[in-house]
Antibody, heavy 117, light 113 residues
Framework: QVQLVESGGGVVQPGRSLRLSCAASGFTFSSSVMHWVRQAPGKGLEWVAVISQDGTNKYYADSVKGRFTISRDNSKNTLYLQMNSLSVEDTAVYYC??????????WGQGSLVTVSS | DIVMTQSPDSLAVSLGERATINCKSSQSILYSSNNKNYLAWYQQKPGQPPKLLISWASTRESGVPGRFSGSGSGTDFTLTISSLQAEDVAVYYCQQYYSTPRTFGQGTRLEIK
């Protein structure tokens, strides 16, 4: 079955960087478009970024554009989110999700990122 | 960007009664070439990731109980739970996937009355 496992979250100071990973299994990762979606504590879902199957096409929410970079390593079945210049507003649970015809068909359990001094 | 607006923000319904959640997009998400509405519904229970319930506005995911149904077209959509069960307590989100960014509604919290 499809499994997505995020890792790399933690507590980080404002202005610092963090990289999240999402290990995928149970499906052909290299054939799947992948997303990152985040959820601030007690708030709703916010789409963050998407990457094409081969990694050549990437799109970002305006709130993270220029600071976050989505990437993937199809040889390792792993999705990444490099987060730079973090601010307190980036505090959230970050989910990776597998795209199914455009929508998020499968979700990981999430990784909590807390930005605090 | 397409703005998705859900109503109400919260809803309390008695067990066995019908629950209706609305979702409105700021522009049409009906793709004319295939006559499909690019609208998904998700359910999120406390401490869990979202779960896909419905895609293409009305196609129920495998394993989703038949009491869940989606309807609507163009800019106005509805998620209906025909007979509320205790396990349906959750926050429900709509999302458009017609264009990027893939925007979500703000969520509707469903509780038992």
């Amino acid at each position: 079955q499809v499994q997505l496992v995020e890792s790399g979250g933690g507590v980080v100071q404002p202005g610092r960087s963090l990289r999240l990973s999402c290990a995928a299994s149970g499906f052909t990762f290299s054939s799947s478009v992948m997303h990152w979606v985040r959820q601030a504590p007690g708030k709703g879902l916010e789409w963050v970024a998407v990457i094409s199957q081969d990694g050549t096409n990437k799109y970002y929410a305006d709130s993270v554009k220029g600071r976050f970079t989505i990437s993937r390593d199809n040889s390792k079945n792993t999705l990444y989110l490099q987060m730079n210049s973090l601010s307190v507003e980036d505090t959230a649970v970050y989910y990776c999700a597998r795209d199914t015809s455009g929508y998020c068909g499968h979700w990981g359990q999430g990784s909590l990122v807390t930005v605090s001094s | 960007d397409i703005v998705m607006t859900q109503s109400p923000d919260s809803l309390a319904v008695s067990l066995g009664e019908r629950a209706t959640i609305n979702c409105k997009s700021s522009q049409s998400i009906l793709y004319s070439s295939n006559n499909k509405n690019y609208l998904a519904w998700y359910q999120q229970k406390p401490g869990q990731p979202p779960k896909l319930l419905i895609s293409w506005a009305s196609t129920r995911e495998s394993g989703v109980p038949g009491r869940f149904s989606g309807s609507g077209s163009g800019t106005d959509f509805t998620l209906t739970i025909s007979s509320l069960q205790a396990e349906d307590v959750a926050v429900y989100y709509c999302q458009q996937y017609y264009s990027t960014p893939r925007t979500f509604g703000q969520g509707t919290r469903l509780e038992i009355k």
